[in-house]
């Protein structure tokens, strides 16, 4: 389960260009639930994702997985609570474009000094479930928009992360590959994942795939 | 760099709450980060410095009269000797600091988040007393007066021997290489207080075999023992190989003992020694192969 209580988060923070991105965010995900946060660009909805992927610091309040509050963990620990727990997904796909799709799956992979064998089992069923596999060994370079992100889906659920993160992932989707897209997430739900998705894409409520929508406006939940 | 570290140190020691979630923990967590870094820095830099340190005191020789090498430079003031000493004990202690940060960094309560910084505290205190030790040693320093050099270190012997307990080269030499392979021992059974204390005896009986055994093969000369002279260019700085392998192997051998530290390194110490070894006997079988004679 995610708990947010209270978190405020300040850029440039004590300057007079400081800016409040969030404001007493209180919000509970439970285990297994999809959400949707919705918002207009600059509500704080990415921000939001960063901080429960780790990826920021709140600047005030406490930010806790399954009991273990993150915002106070150290570096070394916030890196694997990335690694293990946390699937990203986000607009732009930050591949490697001269690898092949099967070479773009490994850096999660290596870092936990997996066996090869793992490593070869546990790309072959990431790629399987992004309908990625009849690619693997294709250069990144030559694919198409839709399988560039459906190799980005693969390399974030390679390492079976417990919650995926979803920022603005249909935004350079067009919409036949945006309802592929959303058929992956149905399969990743299935599978028990928690998921949350920011977007103002109205597909996700058009096809009521979520379990709940928050709406964010001016860095606060409505 | 350290003054801004410890005023940070000070600042986070009085206000840190792990449990609270406030903007100032948050501020002061980030400070501690920063703080950890620039220790790191500082202390990877001591490091060097120390080599450094022993490198301009053989330099410096040219300008002292009477000095040959390092020891008349060091013993030229009352200031010398607990300098280097303090040096020492300070890279050792920055060496434990910063494993003791990697220790902090890997725990996942952060158990020695304030003994990091309290241990920090305790360094600055060292380092500032260094700094003035320092200054009085530098400043001290005659270029008029003569000094005693090597000489006052075998001054009162006559090839004979000022080893402690009155021991012969013989004695000195087999129990070098006898606490050698206990030490290989113990850090293969990976003893913890016995080999603390393997590895502190094996230090001390080390520095007096450098010096009054192995030290006479690698200059060729039976009257001449010194420590200091090992380090100059005539002998190819053969002293930064024997006293930094000997002394990365002692710190290898004491941190693994430590119970706070879990990664261990026997492994590392054990090859360290056993270069150490290579190094200082290295001259002594070159010797006897090509000559058969003992010195």
Redesign the interface.
């Known amino acids: 389960m995610i708990v947010l209580?209270?978190v405020?988060r300040v850029f440039k923070?004590n300057s007079n260009r400081s800016f409040e991105a969030l404001k007493e965010i209180n919000l509970e995900i439970q285990e297994g639930e999809s959400l949707l946060l919705k918002g207009v660009s600059g509500s704080g909805k990415s921000t939001l994702l960063s901080i429960i992927g780790a990826i920021l610091?709140?600047?005030?309040?406490?930010v806790a997985v399954d009991g273990l509050?993150i915002?106070?963990?150290?570096?070394?620990?916030l890196s694997k609570y990335r690694n293990e727990t946390i699937g990203f997904i986000t607009q732009s796909f930050y591949l490697f474009e001269e690898l092949s799709v099967r070479d773009n799956l490994l850096p999660p992979l290596i870092v936990n000094n997996y066996s090869l064998e793992k490593i070869e089992a546990l790309s072959a069923t990431a790629m399987q479930l992004s309908n990625i596999s009849h690619k693997a060994d294709q250069r990144v370079a030559t694919l198409s928009g839709g399988e560039k992100q459906r190799c980005m889906i693969a390399r974030s659920i390679v390492n079976s992360p417990k919650i995926i993160l979803c920022d603005e992932p249909t935004a350079n989707l067009d919409r036949e590959n945006s309802l592929k897209f959303i058929e992956i997430l149905k399969k990743l739900k299935m599978m028990g994942k928690t998921i949350v998705v920011a977007t103002h894409d109205p597909l996700f409520e058009e096809l009521e795939i979520m379990d709940r929508v928050v709406n964010i406006k001016e860095g606060r939940v409505e | 760099m350290l003054f801004i570290a410890m005023y940070h140190t000070l600042i986070i020691l009085l206000k840190y709450n792990r449990d609270a979630t406030d903007s100032l923990q948050y501020i002061l967590e980030k400070k501690s980060y920063l703080v950890g870094v620039i220790v790191w820095v500082a202390l990877v830099v001591k490091i060097f410095l120390l080599l450094f340190f022993v490198y301009t005191l053989s330099e410096l020789a040219d300008i002292v009269p009477g000095a040959m090498c390092g020891a008349g430079v060091i013993g030229s003031n009352i200031y010398g000797e607990p300098l280097l000493l303090l040096k020492i004990a300070i890279v050792f202690l920055a060496c434990l600091w910063i494993l003791l940060n990697i220790e902090e960094q890997r725990d996942i309560k952060r158990t020695f988040f304030r003994v990091k910084l309290w241990f920090f505290g305790g360094l600055f205190f060292l380092i500032v007393l260094e700094a003035i030790l320092e200054t009085l040693f530098l400043s001290n320093i005659s270029t008029q007066n003569p000094v005693l050099c090597c000489s006052s270190i075998y001054k009162d012997t006559e090839f004979g021997t000022s080893l402690p307990f009155e021991l012969s080269n013989v004695v000195l030499v087999v129990s070098f290489y006898s606490f050698l392979a206990l030490i290989l021992v113990s850090n293969y059974k990976k003893y913890g207080a016995v080999n603390i204390l393997l590895t502190l005896l094996f230090a001390y009986v080390s520095y007096y075999a450098i010096v009054y055994f192995f030290g006479t093969y690698i200059y060729e000369l039976p009257t001449h023992k010194c420590p200091f002279c090992l380090f100059q260019s005539e002998y190819n700085y053969i002293g930064y190989f024997i006293f930094g392998s000997l002394f990365v192997a002692s710190f290898y051998s004491i941190s693994s003992s430590l119970s706070i530290f879990t990664a261990k390194s026997h492994t590392k110490a054990m090859l360290w020694y056993l270069l150490f070894a290579c190094f200082v006997s290295y001259s002594f079988l070159l010797y006897i192969f090509h000559n058969r004679v003992f010195l």
Request: aromatic letters at 12%.
């Open positions: 209580k209270n405020n923070q610091k709140p600047s005030s309040g406490l509050n915002s106070g963990l150290s570096d070394y620990y």
